[in-house]
């Protein structure tokens, strides 16, 4: 009876998704109680196999009714999990998802946390090889005991009856004369090797063992997604991993051994055999299953680690479980030699790959997380050092590339044969790949001696396998690799079918050599970049053809032919998405594909497509719909992966072309091909993931994960190679150059466009933040180089055509910049932007300034904080010029659309939201930096950061201050937005300029501010302080300049051209447009508030010129030279910062006085303005004492040298020579002595830069 209600809940559970997607159950609301009934039979399931393990003792069923029983249940338990997930995540009905997913975590949590059940479970998968080991004297229970337990348990716990409901009646009642019969059993202490291989035991064990790994399977696979869902998750804790490492239960009280060979992990490896493989049927399937399992246990620690890449977590342990190794590498390599000999491809043969390049992807997987694992596999064991297995997976890459050429010239009678040696030869790439990231550029140069990384020793011999008399060098035949699949790629090109015809079979054909080309490139990048740390000048031969004209027209084909991505989504809405509308998100929730996998995949397939048949009722076209999708998909993730690999090779190469080339023979860059190349791939892959993201966008369910790491790498490469292109003279003349760059220019605008859009709307995809930021990054400032390349150019101003695009383009850049702007936020709880539907950006000021390399943007907020100064940035380069070379007409006609562009998307308004929280964090940390405290504190690093931020922005205003002289409506909104009162409002400036000044300054009258007390250097960040002594009675100064100084400066000239382009604008409308005269007679005023404002501020920095020598002298103390009386120093003195300050200054002063409004401020500011006369006369004075002394040293000393070549027979001849010779040499050398002297005391030293400048 138990067994006839098994076997209906196990028909049941493996039909659980065709009828929760059954149209007539879902309109009558009967999925929901029917997934509930069926959870419940699986729970009563666990109750029976929980009878299996009594005592401490596990009893395996012997009668085949008994193998049926567990059988059964644990194919329930399976199917039952497999077919919940598609319901969880891809049905319509609410009740329905919430059942399944609440019945699926019941099932998790029964595996989990009941250790009978586990136990129970980890026996059986690995029953064959564990039989084997006891099959002399076993013991076991008969299955009436097991039926009659699960009833007398269930008879006396009426109360859980009701949790499995009518479930408890198909249970067999216990008859009275079954009992419970018991014997002891011992381990024979001589194991056969068909014992350790489990030869000798029925197919029916075989059957349980594959149902129990095929759960092990779908449990590794519902874990992770529980775990993905909810981080707090521990993911050993719902996963087999904690069972699979664990003593496999045995039917005896006894222990059969002391080690590790009782670990489940290590008798579930044993399945991983050769003659398994080749037998086919059941034990090919549980051999594959065992590698899946093992695979899936590794994956596990690497994302329970996290970010933990100690290669001593978990090594012994894994090490030991799977017996050092020695087995993996012996059945690797009898499976490479039974590859690569036979020439005829059967079914069984094509098991053996599958089974091979799981354990390959294993390998692979150990390289970087148990390396200690990995060393043994490669080298027969945990202490062995054997090359057979390298020397064999050396081997599967050499015939490979004739391979490939012959597909692509003659063509192959068996393409089977071709495709098996390319994916085995995957499998050894794969492997390899992992080996030269991890252990190339570390590894020492012998192979017996200790290095970094465990399989050192294994790359080192790797590397260098044409010292040891091998007959090819292996990278150069992974360089031939990539030749032979560049031209096969190319032949491919050729047959492409004409229209919307796709060729699933050539489909799969690209895919293979893509995936080929892509880790062969990573091989090969990392190696050219070892070579080349090795030996400067760059040992690279093997790749020089890599970049010249034939294969840079391959590899220029080859990407802009990326488009899988636009054929993929109309692909998927043909076919499942068609379904219940779907997302990809959702069936890629359900189906997911590991990234570790040889080839390019997209979803797990073979699951996918039973969905698939289920759903559409075995329609053909549907399922054929289906394959194509998945085909295409697939195809598209290996165009990722070869961009992906692509874009750090050539930025190898073109690094090292730079620095050992001259620039003129680097054609790639010369010609331009590269950067076209580049911007081709970029235009193409963001038009498929746009394209394929507006046909998705609607479809419910989760997002589906982006993958952006091609394009990034593809943009770094671009902004890298126009910053070696700007360095090198491009081909042909200046006519062509130019419309050269101004295409470039162009297409970095229609991709950054595309690009924008797909980072700025996280609506259809799961977007990684930081591959967002850096792509803006990189086109940004791709941007500014290709714009500074073009200042290099004159354009033909006669041609309206290019005209009109240049402006254009610039106009799109400045839109772009702005959306940038918006995207970014200091804090989370930052509300700048009303559309909550973009995506923001974190950016603090903790960053380090310095951005040289990507390895220092992991970080998304530093990445976030570049892309905020080089948005600025761009904008101040993208702002109206006054001095341009286009006409007039032109260049008003392209300030009018900046200044439409800035008022569309409120850019004025974002950045005054950025200069208040930069200014706020300047002002903060202002105190601790101006006193130096720390010099590496964070408080320093913020501090210059913020100081920069608010600088950029300062900048960038008066730039479009002044371009308001010729462009109104610049100047128009500039008034209109008060950016003008956001920058008098600066917390900053106030917080730094009262170190500038004495605080009793404010109380003094205008006369009597000229004498303030000065406390230290104006416009510098820390008082004058000695460093070091240079000589006797000389000191070094060593202050800084001040960040914040700068900005001072900045805002006086700004508010200066303020008043000087309100001044023109209304002699241009006064008799014109009134409304533009009305709109501007604010600004004057704001003009006069910030003088009246800042009025201590201005004027101390006349009087601070007072003061600068006395300061020098008491701050030198002791160690400062005692000055002459009879060579007079001066009163007043100046820094370097101070005389910028006071032209600034002046320059305000001067616009105050022209015209009008020096009428309306002296009406409105009367004291000011006499101030401002008087200490405008004061500095006049002092300049004039400075410049004269200057001017008359120079003259006499010119003089002196010029009287030497004279003879002097006559009197007069000495005041022909110069009047200021005329009361003799001495005279007039002493008088240039005094002179210079006074001139150079006015001059103090502040920095290190200025003593050094003054020797």
Request: with cysteine.
């Amino acid at each position: 009876i138990t067994l006839s209600a098994m076997s209906i809940l196990c028909s049941l559970s493996m039909q659980v998704t065709r009828h929760a997607f059954d149209p007539k159950l879902i309109s009558g609301g009967l999925v929901p109680p029917q997934i509930e009934t069926i959870g419940e039979g699986v729970m009563v399931g666990f109750e029976v196999l929980s009878t299996l393990y009594s005592g401490g003792e596990m009893s395996f069923p012997l009668s085949k009714i008994q193998i049926a029983s567990a059988h059964i249940i644990i194919s329930s338990i399976t199917a039952m999990l497999v077919g919940l997930k598609p319901v969880i995540y891809l049905h319509e009905d609410d009740a329905a998802r919430n059942t399944s997913y609440s019945i699926r975590n019941d099932i998790i949590e029964a595996l989990t946390t009941s250790t009978v059940v586990g136990k129970v479970i980890a026996f059986l998968a690995s029953s064959p090889i564990s039989l084997n080991l006891i099959k002399s004297k076993s013991s076991v229970k008969e299955l009436s005991q097991v039926m009659d337990t699960v009833s007398h348990y269930r008879r006396h716990n009426a109360s859980k009856n009701a949790t499995y409901g009518g479930w408890s009646r198909f249970v067999t009642p216990k008859r009275a004369s079954q009992k419970v019969r018991e014997k002891s059993t011992h381990l024979s202490s001589h194991l056969t090797s068909d014992a350790k291989k489990g030869v000798g035991i029925g197919v029916e064990a075989y059957a349980v063992s594959e149902v129990a790994l095929a759960l092990l399977l779908v449990w590794y696979e519902h874990a992770e997604d529980i775990t993905s869902s909810d981080s707090s998750q521990d993911l050993h804790h719902h996963s087999p991993f904690n069972l699979l490492l664990s003593t496999t239960p045995s039917p005896s009280q006894q222990r059969y051994a002391n080690g590790p060979n009782d670990v489940t992990l290590n008798l579930i490896s044993r399945f991983i055999d050769v003659d398994y493989a080749l037998i086919g049927g059941l034990r090919s399937n549980v051999a594959i299953m065992s590698a899946q399992v093992i695979n899936l246990c590794l994956r596990n620690t690497t994302i329970a680690n996290g970010f933990n890449r100690d290669i001593n977590v978990g090594s012994n342990t894994f090490l030991a479980a799977l017996g050092g190794g020695a087995h993996l590498c012996e059945i690797l390599q009898s499976a490479f030699h039974k590859l690569l000999d036979d020439k005829s491809v059967t079914q069984q043969l094509e098991e053996l790959l599958v089974m091979t390049l799981a354990v390959t992807e294993m390998v692979a997987i150990s390289v970087e997380f148990q390396p200690y694992l990995a060393r043994g596999v490669l080298m027969g064991g945990e202490n062995e050092e054997s090359w057979k297995l390298i020397d064999i997976m050396v081997t599967s890459l050499k015939n490979v590339p004739a391979l490939i050429k012959s597909y692509s010239d003659d063509g192959l009678s068996d393409e089977r044969l071709l495709i098996l040696r390319c994916k085995l030869a995957l499998g050894s790439l794969q492997v390899f790949s992992k080996l030269w990231k991890q252990c190339r550029l570390t590894c020492n140069q012998t192979i017996t001696s200790d290095n970094a990384h465990p399989c050192g020793g294994a790359t080192f011999y790797l590397a260098n396998l044409d010292k040891k008399g091998s007959s090819v060098m292996i990278t150069n035949t992974i360089a031939e690799l990539i030749r032979s699949s560049l031209h096969a790629l190319m032949f491919l090109e050729d047959r492409r079918p004409s229209g919307d015809e796709i060729s699933v079979q050539t489909v799969h054909y690209k895919s293979l050599f893509l995936d080929i080309a892509a880790r062969s490139l990573d091989v090969i990048t990392i190696e050219t970049t070892a070579r080349v740390q090795a030996q400067p000048n760059g040992v690279t031969d093997f790749v020089e053809d890599f970049a010249e004209s034939a294969l840079m027209e391959c590899w220029s084909l080859i990407l802009s032919s990326c488009n899988a991505a636009t054929l993929a989504a109309p692909s998927w809405i043909r076919s499942a998405g068609n379904l219940s509308n779907w997302s990809v998100g959702s069936f890629l929730r359900v189906y997911p594909s590991r990234d570790t996998t040889v080839d390019s995949s997209w979803c797990s397939f073979d699951q996918a497509l039973l969905l698939v048949q289920v759903i559409s009722l075995q329609d053909i076209d549907f399922v054929d719909s289906f394959v194509e999708c998945n085909a295409l998909h697939c195809l598209a993730q290996a165009e990722l992966s070869f961009c992906t690999a692509w874009a750090p090779f050539f930025e190898v190469i073109v690094a090292n072309s730079v620095t050992t080339r001259p620039g003129d023979e680097v054609w790639m860059l010369r010609s331009g091909v590269l950067i076209e190349s580049i911007l081709n791939a970029i235009e193409t892959l963001s038009h498929g993931i746009l394209f394929s993201e507006s046909l998705v966008t609607n479809h419910v369910g989760y997002q589906a994960p982006l993958n952006l790491q091609h394009l990034v790498k593809l943009c770094s490469l671009l902004s890298y190679s126009l910053m070696a292109m700007t360095s090198i003279r491009l081909e042909n003349g200046e006519r062509e150059k130019y419309q050269r760059v101004l295409r470039m220019l162009a297409s970095v605008h229609n991709s950054a466009n595309k690009l924008f859009a797909i980072t700025q709307c996280n609506s259809a995809s799961v977007l990684n933040k930081r591959d967002g930021c850096l792509i803006r990054l990189k086109l940004l400032n791709a941007s500014l180089l290709l714009l500074s390349e073009l200042d290099n150019y004159h354009p033909d101003s006669s041609n309206r055509d290019e005209v009109y695009t240049f402006s254009s383009t610039r106009i799109g850049l400045a839109g772009l910049a702005v959306t940038a702007l918006q995207s970014l936020q200091n804090s989370p709880e930052d509300d700048q932007m009303s559309d909550t539907h973009l995506l923001r950006f974190n950016y603090d000021f903790r960053s380090a300034i310095e951005y040289r390399s990507e390895a220092k943007d992991s970080d998304e907020k530093s990445t976030a904080y570049q892309l905020l100064r080089t948005s600025i940035s761009l904008l101040s380069r993208l702002a109206p010029n006054m001095i341009s070379k286009l006409k007039d007409y032109q260049s008003n006609a392209y300030g009018a659309d900046f200044a439409k562009c800035l008022k569309q998307n409120n850019a004025l308004d974002c950045l005054k939201h950025h200069l208040t929280s930069a200014s706020y964090v300047a002002t903060l940390t202002y105190q601790p930096a101006h006193n130096k405290a720390s010099t590496n504190s964070l408080t320093q690093i913020m501090h210059r950061n913020a100081i920069d931020v608010v600088a950029l922005i300062a900048a960038f205003v008066h730039t479009l201050t002044d371009a308001g002289s010729e462009i109104v409506d610049i100047l128009l909104i500039l008034v209109e937005n008060q950016i003008f009162r956001s920058l008098m409002d600066c917390p900053l400036l106030k917080k730094s300029l009262k170190t500038s000044i004495s605080t009793s300054s404010a109380n003094l009258q205008p006369e009597e501010r000229l004498m303030t007390v000065i406390k230290q250097h104006r416009g510098y960040c820390v008082p004058v302080k000695v460093q070091k002594k240079i000589s006797a009675g000389q000191k070094r100064p060593s202050s800084e300049s001040d960040g914040a100084h700068l900005v001072w400066r900045s805002v006086i000239r700004i508010f200066s051209s303020l008043l000087r382009s309100t001044r023109c604008q209304c002699s241009i409308h006064e008799k014109v447009d009134e409304n533009v005269l009305h709109s501007l007679v604010p600004a004057m005023y704001v003009v006069f508030d910030f003088v009246c404002t800042f009025e201590n501020e201005l004027f101390s920095c006349f009087s601070s010129m007072f003061h600068q020598v006395q300061t020098q002298d008491h701050v030198m103390g002791k160690g400062a030279k005692i000055k002459s009386n009879s060579i007079p120093s001066s009163p007043f003195g100046f820094t370097y910062n101070l005389l910028l300050e006071a032209e600034a200054i002046s320059s305000l002063f001067s616009e105050l006085c022209e015209g009008e409004v020096k009428q309306k401020f002296a009406h409105c500011r009367s004291d000011t303005f006499k101030s401002i006369l008087s200490s405008s006369l004061i500095l006049t004075k002092i300049t004039s004492s400075f410049l004269g002394s200057l001017g008359n040293a120079r003259e006499i000393l010119t003089a002196l040298s010029n009287a030497s070549t004279l003879s002097y027979d006559q009197p007069s001849a000495m005041f022909n020579a110069h009047p200021v010779l005329a009361e003799g040499i001495p005279n007039a050398r002493h008088e240039a002595i005094r002179n210079a002297h006074f001139a150079s005391s006015c001059c103090v030293c502040a920095t290190a830069e200025d003593y050094a400048m003054s020797q």
